[in-house]
């Protein structure tokens, strides 16, 4: 069950409604891409998506961050997994920048005003990985603590390298989440700048 922003928290709701009251336990998997912030940020955290609202949950970080730096979604993470693509925050060939003359704006509000570019990456980014899936592994990630240290080469070598989105094992999701903690993993990874966005893809020639 994938859903975007809004839909990416209301799809905890609706896991949680059915946990509750349907008899048969969590529903099997819950995608939340780029769940919304505004509003969640300042209600009780029972009402933002978890890992308790479906037997997985992973999520998708696009456009993390506060809304006046032009970021929509929740940076924290929430489900069993989470990935970074690009740090989470802003995705690679969204412009950033606004200049009239030579006086630029340099917060990411502008990405905002333009579409929400980074915003609306992770529903692209979803609907890549199901077109491809059939032709191997793409959006591959590396479980690490942080984005410096992905950027840094400094991820966990004990947990191979996982792909985000349609393509995901969840029982090996599984297996890895229980060699941790509390249960919870995070994923980074880089992207193309426009489509195919994964670097392993070969969409253009299908």
Not at 2 to 19: A, C, D, E, T
Not at 36 to 56: E, Q
Request: net charge negative; charged share 20%; aromatic share 10%.
């Amino acid at each position: 069950m994938p859903s975007v922003s809004l839909g990416g928290q209301l799809v905890g709701h609706f896991g949680r409604k059915i946990k509750e009251n349907g008899g048969q336990g969590p529903i099997s998997r819950i995608s939340s891409l780029d769940p919304a912030k505004p509003w969640f940020d300042l209600s009780d955290a029972s009402n933002m998506i978890s890992k308790d609202d479906a037997a997985f949950v992973d999520v998708v970080h696009t456009n993390s961050g506060f809304i006046l730096n032009g970021r929509l979604s929740i940076p924290e993470p929430l489900g069993h997994v989470d990935y970074y693509p690009n740090g989470g925050q802003h995705q690679a060939g969204c412009k950033d920048i606004a200049c009239v003359g030579t006086s630029c704006l340099s917060m990411n509000i502008w990405d905002l005003f333009n579409g929400a570019c980074s915003h609306t990456r992770a529903h692209q980014y979803y609907i890549e990985s199901i077109y491809a899936a059939p032709i191997g592994g793409l959006f591959l990630s590396e479980s690490c603590d942080s984005w410096e240290n992905f950027q840094n080469n400094d991820c966990h070598e004990h947990i191979d390298r996982l792909p985000m989105g349609e393509g995901l094992d969840i029982d090996t999701m599984k297996m890895f989440n229980k060699k941790t903690s509390d249960g919870h993993l995070t994923f980074y990874l880089t992207t193309n700048k426009e489509a195919p966005f994964a670097h392993t893809s070969s969409m253009g020639d299908i």
